[in-house]
Nanobody, 120 residues
Framework: QVQLVESGGGLVQPGGSLRLSCAAS????????MSWYRQAPGKERELVAG????????NYADSVKGRFTISRGNAKNTVYLQMNSLKPEDTAVYYC?????????????WGQGTQVTVSS
């Protein structure tokens, strides 16, 4: 079955770094655009970063541009989010998303999330 398993979250001080990973299985990973979203307490889920299926294009929320980098390893069925210069406002649950559309259906899968807490 389809699985997206995030890892790498935790507690980090402001200015620190974390690298999130999302291991995918149960679908053809290389066909899917991959994204990271986050949801802070009391706020809506928001897009953080996205990457196309072949990895040729990326996009970022303005709030993380220059600090976060999304990448993927299609041979490992894994997408990464390198987060540098972390701020307290980056505190949230981070979710991995896989998305693909063919001529009939849209396929949209989510992981369970990993907590990132930025605090001194």
């Amino acid at each position: 079955q389809v699985q997206l398993v995030e890892s790498g979250g935790g507690l980090v001080q402001p200015g620190g770094s974390l690298r999130l990973s999302c291991a995918a299985s149960g679908f053809t990973f290389s066909n899917y655009a991959m994204s990271w979203y986050r949801q802070a307490p009391g706020k809506e889920r928001e897009l953080v970063a996205g990457i196309t299926s072949a990895g040729g294009r990326t996009n970022y929320a303005d709030s993380v541009k220059g600090r976060f980098t999304i990448s993927r390893g299609n041979a490992k069925n894994t997408v990464y989010l390198q987060m540098n210069s972390l701020k307290p406002e980056d505190t949230a649950v981070y979710y991995c998303n896989a998305w693909y559309r063919d001529y009939l259906y849209t396929y949209d899968y989510w992981g369970q999330g990993t907590q990132v807490t930025v605090s001194s």
